[in-house]
């Protein structure tokens, strides 16, 4: 009898030290901090990232807006075999916000997240390209954040609006931050790949009862233009706060 406690013991120490490996302990055991990490490639899927558009008035012609969007391959001179989120829209508004969504869940309800985003994003708009209410590239703000709530545009006084904060055009909200702009880094109109991030600023959020959470990127407009971008690969890692 001795022999099988002692070994059911062993079982039972073995499968807690399993558990407490998977969780990235910063503070020697005392502490252990919760962290998802999500990269979506849209290779096989679009991994439930859904598209939505705001900021325009009801009284605008919608067929002239050309929104679009979908998992499509990149354009050349990008590699053609691979995949990637596309999202276009005219800017009719002066301020038009497009956005992709993705709600994160199973994390620990009503705590403390620090999320950072990891965006590679194909744009063919040149750093000194010239256009209506302003750059192509350089006025064309790329937006990402977070929230226990989910973004929507709301229908309100017959305007489409965006429900969370997110600044306006290259200031920062509250939910979304700017993260840097879609020019392409060239002199010529060629779609290219660039890389943004927030790594040394993320954004903060507390997850709901359910723990979950809700993650957007999108593009603040200034342009007053058509603006067709592809996101090729977008990672969003969170991480538990740790109390003082």
Not at 15 to 32: E, I, K, T
Not at 107 to 113: G, T
Not at 216 to 222: E, F, Y
Request: negative net charge; proline residues 2%.
């Amino acid at each position: 009898m001795i022999v099988v406690m002692k070994k059911w013991m062993f079982l039972g120490s073995f499968a807690l030290m399993l558990g407490l490996a998977g969780c990235n302990d910063s503070d020697n055991g005392s502490n252990l901090v919760l962290e998802k990490v999500v990269t979506s490639d849209f290779e096989l899927n679009t991994d439930d990232w859904t598209a939505a558009l705001s900021e325009y008035s009801t009284e605008t012609d919608t067929s002239s807006v050309e929104f679009r969007s979908g998992r499509t391959t990149l354009p050349t001179p990008l590699d053609t075999k691979t995949y990637g989120y596309m999202l276009q829209s005219h800017n009719r508004s002066d301020d038009m916000f497009m956005y992709l969504k993705k709600k994160i869940t199973g994390l620990r309800a009503n705590s403390a997240y620090n999320v950072t985003f990891e965006i590679d994003l194909a744009t063919d708009n040149s750093s000194g390209g010239f256009g209506t209410g302003g750059s192509p590239g350089s006025s064309v703000y790329l937006k990402a954040g977070a929230s226990a709530v989910e973004p929507v545009t709301n229908l309100v006084s017959g305007f489409y609006t965006f429900n969370l904060d997110k600044g306006i055009q290259s200031e920062s909200g509250k939910d979304l931050i700017n993260i840097g702009n879609a020019a392409n880094g060239l002199e010529t109109d060629t779609y290219a790949i660039v890389k943004r991030d927030n790594l040394t600023k993320p954004v903060t959020v507390t997850a709901d009862a359910n723990g979950a959470i809700w993650v957007c990127v999108g593009t603040d407009s200034g342009f007053e233009g058509l603006t067709r971008l592809y996101y090729d690969k977008i990672k969003v890692s969170v991480t538990e706060v740790l109390p003082d």
